[in-house]
């Protein structure tokens, strides 16, 4: 089974900066590509960043500027720095793998259990 753990969340001042780390291990044929989204309380899972595994990447207009995604395929790795943070950035960060586990498998997404961050004063 594939697993996707993240690391970095935390707690950290308006204006900070963080560094978010998502590690795949398991059984991983191909990854399309990789990407970041987050939650707060109260509202939708929202796409941060994306980035496929040719290292082309997707921004949500919030993140614009501020985040940068990259990709590691041979780790099986994905970042995703934070910088300028602020309150309204607070969310649950969620990893997502789009690929395959086989050459034959279907096409699947998977998610970490998520990590959490905290923009506050």
């Known amino acids: 089974q594939v697993q996707l753990v993240e690391s970095g969340g935390g707690l950290v001042l308006p204006g900070g900066s963080l560094r978010l780390s998502c590690q795949a291990s398991?059984?991983?044929?191909?990854?399309?590509?990789m990407g970041w989204y987050r939650q707060a309380p109260g509202k939708q899972r929202e796409l941060v960043a994306a980035?496929?595994?040719?290292?082309?990447?997707t921004y949500a207009d919030s993140a614009k500027g501020r985040f940068t995604i990259s990709i590691d395929n041979a780790k099986k790795s994905v970042f995703l720095q934070m910088k300028s943070l602020k309150p309204e950035d607070t969310a649950v960060y969620y990893c997502?793998?789009?690929?395959?586990?086989?050459?034959?498998?279907?096409?699947?997404?998977?998610w970490g259990q998520g990590t959490l961050v905290t923009v506050s004063s």
């Open positions: 980035v496929s595994s040719v290292g082309t990447p």
């Open positions: 997502n793998l789009g690929g395959k586990s086989t050459g034959t498998a279907p096409f699947s997404y998977y």
């Open positions: 398991g059984r991983i044929f191909s990854i399309a590509a």
